[in-house]
Structure formats: structure tokens, C-alpha cells
């Protein structure tokens, strides 16, 4: 999608700004699955974590996401491909033990191998949003 855009931009004259969100979550502790992990939580079922929930992400509060998505609409960059996200990743065992207190309740953890293909760290590069569209999230997560 971000090829076709490309070349909408440059044979249209459209203006395309495309953001990338990194692992968004609100209060109910939820990225797109995490609704799902705190339902498990709620009725004592496993959450599988890979590499013993030490994978670390980019946790990235709603309330970011659409502050830097609304600055995107406010600025004509012509074309550009802007990271969103905190740049601070956190572990995943930590977001579980955090919805698990938020809701007290223990969160049972299943360990399972992490993949070949899956980086033990992913974040947000936010420098070229912070430049551009003058990005600053406020929430982020804690290093650990």
C-alpha cells in the first residue's frame, strides 16, 4: 500500500502521509488482541509469552497515536512515512502483570519459544515525525 501511494503522489500530485502505529493500547490494556488478554486474565486462562515475556515492544497509548495522527492531517508533507509510538519499549510480561493488578487479578503466564523470524526488540523510530510534525508522546513505557 505504501508503493501505491508512492506512485499516486508523484503521478496524481495527491498528498499522502502515511503513519505507522506501534502496538497501541488504552486503559482496558488493549493493542488489538489485548481486550482478548484481559478477558483471559479475568477468567484465569493462559496468556502464551514468548522467550518468557521478555520480547520487548513499543507500547503506545491511544491518546499519542491520535495526537500524531491529527498533527499528520495538519502539515502537507507531500510524500513521507512517519513512525508513531513511544520509542521505549517495554517487556510484554510487564503489560501482563500491569492489566493482571489493573483488573486484580494474577495473570497466568505460558511460556512458549519465541519464533526465528520474531526480534526480540521492535520500537518506534519517531525522529522524522518529531521533526516534521512536531510529535512528542507523553505516555510511554517504562524501561525494564
Not at 23 to 41: E, F, M, P
Not at 50 to 62: A, E, P, V
Not at 76 to 100: H, Q, T, V, Y
Request: charged share 25%.
Amino acid at each position: 500500500m505504501e508503493l501505491m501511494a508512492h506512485s499516486h503522489h508523484h503521478l496524481f500530485k495527491l498528498p499522502m502521509t502515511i503513519v505507522r502505529f506501534f502496538n497501541v493500547y488504552d486503559r482496558t490494556a488493549g493493542r488489538h488482541g489485548a481486550v482478548a488478554l484481559v478477558q483471559k486474565i479475568q477468567n484465569g486462562k493462559p496468556i502464551e509469552l514468548w522467550n518468557s515475556g521478555k520480547m520487548k515492544r513499543d507500547w503506545t497509548y491511544i491518546d499519542d497515536i491520535v495526537a500524531g495522527f491529527v498533527a499528520a492531517l495538519d502539515h502537507d508533507l507531500g510524500f513521507e512515512i512517519l513512525n508513531l509510538g513511544c520509542s521505549n519499549p517495554g517487556r510484554e510480561l510487564r503489560l501482563c502483570k500491569s492489566a493482571g493488578r489493573s483488573d486484580r487479578q494474577k495473570a497466568v503466564i505460558e511460556d512458549k519459544p519465541a519464533p526465528a523470524t520474531e526480534p526480540i526488540v521492535t520500537y518506534a523510530d519517531v525522529s522524522k515525525a518529531k521533526k516534521l510534525i512536531g510529535y512528542e508522546p507523553r505516555f510511554g513505557s517504562k524501561k525494564d
